[in-house]
């Protein structure tokens, strides 16, 4: 019986934690964004007024409250690539599109991003292919920066690939990208000799006005 | 791929520049998009009611009726509309599958009219979201309950293919199928009351002979007794062994609760028969008597209750077992309490704390026999609460097991059924993945010939290719493309990747071998091996082929490459008119052939790391060459 009483009196605490979590759970879905009008969005960015309409589309479909949180966008990006865990990329690319850093992506965002991608020159495509890169922000790709990028992309092959994925591949490669990118060899890229070199790399070049007309 | 998602395919694809400067093989071209059409709204009228929705929306499911060309049957020219002649109510959630990617099932709706319409339109049921899901299964599981008892009904004629041993077995398992079956059953329910009867009136003291005191009936009337006894054991035994013969499974049978019963039922009989005479055992045989009173529970075949009984008492175990557990540790308490206390009275009845064990129980539980009472007043006291507490203890456990045992009872129910249905939901998803990366694998066969035919001629035969994918499956096929020549890997599938991890050949190709990709176009070799793992065991090189596959062979025997007979053999999906082709360009093969030599003096042999050539060929050359990497 005395052990009963004791069960008895520990119960309440618990109670008020749960009310707790509850109002926490209220102020979170309060939060809803609204983008700004079609007007300035075009001007800003190079879409037409119809290419933003069904952009907007789409995004409000998958997301209702208008800004995506990183683990929706790990999800909606992990559905493209079955076969491995592309959760770490990823996050990387929501950095990268996440420009004020306030850890969701407005369609502002989003659509500042994508017009960069898709309609932008090939400097400004580089650098934000340099910005994706630097993980902290700093103006320089360190070799572990570029290992953790390397590996994310690694990680969205999965299992089973062929020739099997050797545990060296990612830093194999990143000694190429080194190699080749690191004209002064001192261990770091710079944003320069980022698109010096790669404006001289017709590969490169070419590939970047593969995704032209995506919209 | 998910509706929703299929949205944010261009953005996937843009990000897409983020592998371009890290990539070192050259991408593959991107599907052109087919006359890039307008986004137009679509009227679906579905009896009369008209329903509006993008064309992309639709376009969004192309395995569905309204995704694909089916919906085209349905056209109306003058009106401009797609007619469908079905329920209004039920297009609503249809439409909005499309719309939200999720489909839910309308509760009112009647279940197998949503089921007909969702064959019509072409949608698996599986995909019916997680909110209405359980819903949607309880639904169906009830019909097709329904559906099975109408079946039953008509089942319960003689199926004409059934030998004797399945019909005796039928028939013992259910009594109904037939009269026999009936009268047998009523006998040996008979027979059990007489035999739990007879168990019962043998002890009965039945009347005194002048000069003896009261004997029970059964030592009175032996003869009476023991032929009924026998005859009853007769009847099990009877019954026992025709249920052993009838049973499907021996084992099975003789393994289950109720031919124990059986057994144990009727054992007591036979030991009693072997051992009559030897007076020692007696004690033991009289015991043994005492099993005969299971025979009651033969009736457990006779009634449902007693079997549900049973099991629900099984399931409920742990909650028993708590509840003789803390009964056991007031027991202790109390006992050792009023041992002490009354330690001290003379002529205590509480000698020791198992002796006061007695008094604990029957005081917690309000018996109350008054054969120990405590004398002196601490006693009293300890005792009067141990009365109060174990009205507490016993009464306030029990109601939390009764509605314990309901809840983890119906909990069961459902946490069975969520399983049962979540292993088939998981396994219909993966089924979707795999089925989506071996539609990507399927379509990389399909799509090296796709950008072959895409330079020259025969412009017939890359329509037909290109319709066989939409156009959203070929640009998520391009991406997941691109990212495999980022990488410089390819994707298998599992069968192919356990087959190379057994053959423990952990080769490292330059799956992009420098020298190749120098002459080669966009494609390069990067295809060569997608090319090279698909042996087609029916095929039969064309014999004009041969000579400049052999000689590709060869070479890459020299790269330290796999020889690529298989190469050669996947080149048969081609059409006829396409092998022409390469006859015609075997002669650029060779010339492409010659000049590989130096770049593998360059890179080091059998590595992984592939160089960038300095200078790319254009396009235009690698008509050649693209031919070669088959």
Redesign the interface.
């Known amino acids: 019986?005395g052990?009963?009483m004791v069960i008895f009196s520990l119960q309440p605490k618990q109670r008020n934690k749960r009310t707790d979590s509850v109002e926490d759970e209220l102020e979170l879905s309060a939060v809803r964004h609204r983008p700004e009008g079609l007007e300035q969005l075009e001007a800003q960015t190079r879409f037409t007024r119809k290419e933003l309409q069904?952009?907007y589309?789409?995004?409000k479909?998958?997301c209702p409250s208008g800004v995506v949180n990183e683990d929706t966008f790990k999800d909606?990006?992990s559905?493209?690539?079955?076969?491995g865990d592309a959760s770490t990329y990823a996050h990387f690319?929501f950095n990268?599109f996440d420009t004020d850093h306030n850890g969701s992506v407005s369609f502002e965002d989003?659509v500042m991003?994508?017009s960069i991608?898709?309609r932008g020159s090939v400097q400004e495509?580089?650098n934000?292919?340099f910005n994706?890169?630097d993980i902290n922000k700093d103006g320089y790709i360190t070799k572990e920066e570029m290992l953790d990028?390397?590996k994310a992309?690694?990680d969205?092959?999965?299992?089973?690939?062929?020739?099997?994925?050797?545990e060296e591949?990612p830093r194999?490669?990143v000694?190429?990208?080194f190699q080749?990118?690191d004209k002064n060899k001192d261990g770091v890229v710079t944003i320069d000799e980022?698109i010096d070199c790669?404006q001289n790399?017709?590969?490169?070049m070419?590939?970047?006005q593969?995704?032209e007309?995506?919209? | 791929?998910?509706?929703?998602?299929a949205?944010?395919?261009?953005?996937?694809?843009?990000?897409?520049?983020?592998?371009?400067?890290?990539?070192?093989?050259?991408?593959p071209?991107?599907p052109r998009?087919h006359g890039k059409r307008q986004?137009e709204l679509i009227i679906l009228n579905v009896s009369g009611r008209r329903f509006q929705t993008w064309r992309?929306t639709l376009d969004r499911y192309p395995d569905t009726l309204l995704g694909s060309s089916e919906k085209e049957f349905f056209y109306n020219e003058e009106t401009k509309e797609y007619f469908f002649d079905r329920d209004p109510d039920a297009f609503r959630s249809i439409l909005n599958f499309y719309?939200?990617?999720k489909l839910h099932y309308p509760r009112h709706e009647c279940i197998s009219a949503y089921d007909e319409e969702l064959a019509f339109f072409g949608i698996i049921p599986e995909i019916i979201g997680d909110c209405c899901y359980e819903e949607y299964k309880d639904r169906k599981r009830e019909n097709a309950e329904r559906l099975m008892d109408d079946q039953e009904e008509n089942k319960d004629n003689k199926l004409p293919n059934m030998n004797f041993r399945e019909t005796m077995w039928r028939a013992f398992e259910n009594p109904h199928t037939s009269t026999m079956a009936l009268v047998f059953y009523y006998v040996t329910g008979f027979f059990i009351a007489i035999s739990v009867i007879t168990n019962v009136v043998e002890t009965v003291p039945c009347g005194s002979t002048p000069n003896q005191k009261d004997v029970p009936c059964g030592e009175r009337y032996t003869v009476a007794f023991f032929c009924m006894d026998t005859a009853c054991v007769m009847i099990f035994t009877v019954e026992y062994l025709m249920r052993l013969f009838a049973a499907p499974s021996r084992y099975r049978f003789m393994r289950s609760v109720m031919s124990i019963i059986d057994v144990v039922a009727i054992l007591p009989y036979y030991i009693g028969l072997v051992m009559t005479n030897n007076e020692d055992v007696s004690g033991a045989f009289v015991t043994l008597r005492v099993f005969r009173v299971f025979r009651i529970f033969k009736f457990s075949r006779h009634s449902q209750g007693l079997r549900i009984l049973g099991y629900t008492l099984k399931s409920c175990a742990s909650e028993l077992g708590f509840l003789l557990f803390?009964l056991t540790m007031?027991i202790i308490i109390f006992a050792t309490v009023m041992f002490y206390a009354e330690k001290g009275s003379s002529s205590s009845k509480f000698t020791s704390i198992p002796a006061s064990f007695w008094y604990t129980i029957v005081t917690m539980t309000t018996l109350g026999y008054g054969d120990m009472v405590p004398k002196t007043i601490a006693g009293k006291i300890f005792g009067s609460i141990c009365s109060l507490?174990g009205v507490?203890?016993i009464a306030?456990p029990v109601p939390v097991i009764v509605s314990n045992f309901s809840r983890i009872y119906h909990q069961n129910q459902r946490a069975d059924k969520r399983r049962a249905q979540k292993k088939a939901r998981l396994a219909r998803i993966r089924v979707v993945?795999t089925g989506?990366?071996s539609a990507f694998l399927h379509n990389k066969r399909n799509g090296l010939f796709n950008e072959l035919l895409e330079l020259p001629c025969s412009e017939e035969v890359e329509q037909h290719l290109s319709k066989t994918a939409s156009l959203l499956e070929s640009q998520?096929h391009h991406?997941?493309h691109?990212?495999?020549k980022?990488?410089?890997?390819?994707?298998?599938?599992?069968q192919?990747?356990e087959q190379?991890?057994r053959e423990g050949a952990?080769?490292?190709?330059p799956?992009c071998s420098p020298s190749l990709s120098s002459q080669e176009g966009?494609t390069g070799t990067c295809c060569t091996?997608q090319a090279r793992?698909n042996p087609l065991p029916d095929a039969s090189v064309p014999p004009t082929c041969q000579g400049a596959l052999q000689e590709l062979s060869a070479v890459h025997i020299q790269c330290s490459d796999q020889p690529a007979l298989s190469t050669s053999r996947s080149s048969l999906n081609m059409k006829l008119d396409d092998t022409s082709r390469l006859n015609c360009k075997s002669g650029l093969i060779t010339t492409a052939i010659i000049s590989i030599p130096t770049p593998p003096a360059v890179s080091p042999e059998g590595d992984?790391?592939?160089?960038?050539s300095p200078s790319?060929q254009t396009i235009a050359s690698s008509n050649a060459v693209k031919v070669s990497t088959l």
Not at chain 1, 156 to 166: A, E
């Open positions: 019986m052990a009963l069904v952009l589309r789409g995004f479909n998958e909606i990006y559905q493209f690539f079955p076969q690319l990268a989003f991003g994508l991608l898709l495509k580089l934000w292919a994706l890169y990028i390397m992309i690694y969205m092959m999965g299992k089973c690939t062929y020739p099997i994925l050797k591949a194999q490669h000694e190429i990208f080749k990118m980022f790669c790399d017709e590969n490169i070419r590939s970047m593969l995704f007309n995506v919209i | 791929m998910a509706a929703g998602v949205a944010w395919l261009p953005f996937a694809r843009a990000a897409a520049i983020g592998w371009m400067p890290v990539a070192n093989c050259p991408m071209v991107a998009d986004d992309t719309r939200t990617g803390s007031a507490s507490l203890v306030l993945k989506m990366s998520h991406l997941l691109c990212l495999e980022t990488t410089a890997h390819e994707f298998v599938d599992e192919l990747y190379n991890c952990v080769q490292s190709y799956s966009p091996h793992k992984s790391q592939p160089l960038t790319m």
